[in-house]
């Protein structure tokens, strides 16, 4: 299946294909951006598009990747399971602790994760 454009809770969201592309430079996280720019709120890719250098801090892969996301205030959901990367990193657990606090980067370990999280945004725009 293709990167899906879905209406989820009042938001216009950017489901991306499991399948798809792996993420690994901010030239991808600037093409993911650039195919919900002007039609979603949030970008939902599944951990599997992720690489895995994405999870070890010391690349800083995920920091000019999520920059990319802030830069363009630009949602960015990572939908999955992530649980062995945090017991692996006391600093990728704090990062995910203070991104889940804020509003754009957001961890969540399921889809019903992110409609839950959806529900308590609705569709207020890209604040």
């Not at 899906?4 to 993911?32: F, I, N, S, Y």
């Not at 949602?75 to 606090?101: F, K, P, Y």
Request: aromatic share 6%.
């Amino acid at each position: 299946m293709p990167d899906l454009l879905q209406e989820r809770r009042g938001v216009q969201v950017l489901m991306c294909d499991p399948a798809g592309p792996t993420v690994v430079t901010e030239q991808d996280a600037l093409d993911l951006i650039g195919s919900a720019l002007f039609d979603a709120e949030i970008v939902a890719v599944p951990v599997s598009r992720l690489d895995e250098k994405f999870f070890s801090l010391g690349t800083r892969i995920a920091g000019e990747i999520m920059q990319k996301f802030v830069n363009y205030r630009m949602r960015l959901a990572v939908i999955g399971d992530i649980s062995r990367h945090m017991e692996a990193s006391a600093a990728l657990r704090a990062l995910v602790h203070e991104s889940n606090a804020a509003s754009h980067i957001w961890f969540l370990p399921d889809l019903e994760a992110l409609d839950a999280r959806l529900g308590s945004i609705g569709g207020r725009g890209r604040g």
